[in-house]
Nanobody, 120 residues
């Protein structure tokens, strides 16, 4: 079992910045694959960014050049968000899946509760 706890959300003005954190605990896996998702009002959940097993990061087109995903050795996942726009307003959720070798799986089985980001 993996517990994920997000923090760092809040309200900012258009063009502002926030850094989200996601701490993983309660597991004995050697490595976790992790990513950030978001769901805006009336919208479907979308993948924002993820880190693959080789450390490479992928982003949804709408956040490229503005968001940066990183992960430290303590399984804390970060999402540095800059130049935020009103359309970035959403509940941001961290997700994880144990790594069993090769590339990270596409699907995540563990989810946090989310942290709200509001841009106005």
């Amino acid at each position: 079992h993996v517990q994920l706890v997000e923090s760092g959300g809040g309200s900012v003005q258009d063009g502002g910045s926030l850094r989200l954190s996601c701490a993983a605990s309660g597991h004995t896996y050697t490595r976790l694959c992790m990513g950030w998702f978001r769901q805006g009002p009336g919208e479907e959940r979308e993948g924002v960014a993820r880190i693959d097993s080789d450390g490479s990061a992928t982003y949804v087109d709408s956040v490229k050049g503005r968001f940066t995903i990183t992960k430290d050795k303590k399984d804390i996942l970060y999402l540095q968000m800059s130049n935020l726009r009103p359309e970035d307003t959403a509940m941001y959720t961290c997700a994880a899946e144990p790594w069993y070798g090769g590339s990270c799986p596409v699907q995540f089985g563990y989810w946090g509760q989310g942290t709200q980001v509001t841009v106005s």
